[in-house]
Structures are given as C-alpha cells and as structure tokens.
C-alpha cells in the first residue's frame, strides 16, 4: 500500500522569505503522480502544484516549486518570496494512475504560518 | 466556471438521523471522489466513481454509509442513522482522466458535518 509522510506538523516563516515543506512517500509503481494542496481556514482544498512521476523537469508554478526525487522517493515544496496568504495548511498527496485507482494519499499535512 | 459544488456547507443534526450530503461535479469530469476529514485520521478517501460506476468504496466505514452516483451530474453520500463520531469535513472532488492519463481533482468547499 502507498503511504505519504510529512514529517513537520508545522512551520513558521517570516514574509518575502523562502520556506521549505518536505515529503517522502513510499511505493512500488513507476509511473504515477504528486501532488501538493492548499488548505486555508476557510477549508479549501486548493491544488498548488503537480508533478507526473515520469518527468525529470520539476513542476514550478510562480512562487512555488518542488524538488522530486524519485530514487529517493522525495518530494518537497518550496514557496519563494512568503506571503501571509500562504499561511494555511499543506497537503503532500500521492495518486496512482486512473486505469490503477486514481485515488488520492495524502499525508497529514504542515501547518505553515508566514509572520509580517 | 463552476467548480464542485457542494451542499449543505454545514450540518447540525442529533444522532440517529438520516443524512444526506450532495454534491455536482464540474461539468465533463468523469470520475467523481468522496473523502472524509477529521483531526485524527487526516484525510481518507471513502469512495470514488468513474463514469457513474463505484469503482472503490473500500473505504466507506460501514454499512450505515451508502453512496449513489445516479448520473454524471450528481452524487450523494447518505448516512444512517448518523452516529457522534461521523462528525467531520466531508469533501467531493472530481477529475477527468482516461486509463494511464489523469487530470487532478478539484474540490468542492466541504461540508461541515456535526451529529450531537
């Protein structure tokens, strides 16, 4: 079975700083996909940023990007240039393929809070 | 354009109750996800639909939950009678994807749910 691990339940940053979030995650398929989620206090759940396990180019989006290590099974967050909107709480998630479940693993989540 | 919609956003009800959550997924997406938030468990999936076909409810607590997806447009997640420990975020997300391919799923805003 996948699992997904976050090992920091939580996470401060001061603004216009850099904050990294990690996650590891474990597996026997070659070609599946990652996932991180925004969740705010309003309870959204807001996709940050995908990666397909089969490229080798990390995924960026604007201020946020990832570094996957598939060898190492790894795959963190990093938010350039915080903002107190990012404050909010971050899901790593794991999902095979569509023809093999399609289903979402998600870890149990950084709670990141960016200070003024 | 719309995204899931969810309904109600909150719901108070006593134990024993019948209820109902529904949910509309975005117009196109073909499979549709059922998930379940609490402190303790995190999120977990409960059960998804691809094209209107219960393909995993291996999830679903026990048999006082039941899910339909009648047709492309529509889901609902019944529990009866509804129980204390049933109280959490109950999310809807839906996707598009075809067998290896899988476009990422987007959530609805949850429905509170709290049963006294």
């Known amino acids: 079975a996948q699992t997904v691990t976050q090992s920091q339940p939580e996470m401060s940053v001061q603004e216009a700083e850099t904050v990294t979030l990690s996650c590891t995650y474990d597996?026997?398929?070659?070609?599946?996909?990652l996932f991180w989620y925004k969740q705010p206090p309003s309870r959204q759940m807001i996709l940050v940023i995908r990666?397909?396990?089969?490229?080798?180019q990390n995924a960026t989006e604007n201020r946020f990007s990832v570094n996957f290590q598939k060898a190492a099974k790894s795959f963190s967050l990093k938010i350039s240039d915080s903002q107190l909107g990012d404050t909010a709480m971050y899901f790593c998630?794991?999902?095979?393929?569509?023809?093999?479940?399609?289903?979402?693993?998600f870890g149990q989540g950084t709670e990141l809070s960016v200070k003024p | 354009d719309a995204g899931v919609i969810q309904s109600p956003r909150h719901e108070v009800t006593e134990m024993g109750q019948e209820v109902t959550l529904r949910c509309k997924p975005i117009?196109?997406?073909?499979?549709l996800f059922w998930y379940r938030q609490t402190m303790m468990r995190g999120l977990e999936l409960l059960i998804y639909?691809?094209?209107?076909?219960?393909?995993?409810d291996s999830g679903m607590p026990e048999d006082r939950f039941s899910a339909k997806m009648p047709n492309a447009s529509f889901s609902t997640l019944k529990i009866q009678p509804s129980e204390p420990r049933d109280s959490a975020v109950y999310f809807c997300?839906?996707?598009f994807g075809t067998g290896q391919g899988s476009q990422p799923q987007h959530f609805g805003d949850g429905t509170r749910l709290s049963i006294l």
């Open positions: 597996t026997s398929e070659n070609n599946y996909y």
């Open positions: 998630a794991f999902m095979k393929t569509l023809l093999q479940g399609g289903k979402l693993i």
């Open positions: 117009s196109g997406h073909n499979s």
């Open positions: 639909f691809n094209n209107n076909v219960p393909i995993d």
């Open positions: 997300a839906s996707s």
């Open positions: 990666q397909e396990a089969y490229k080798q």
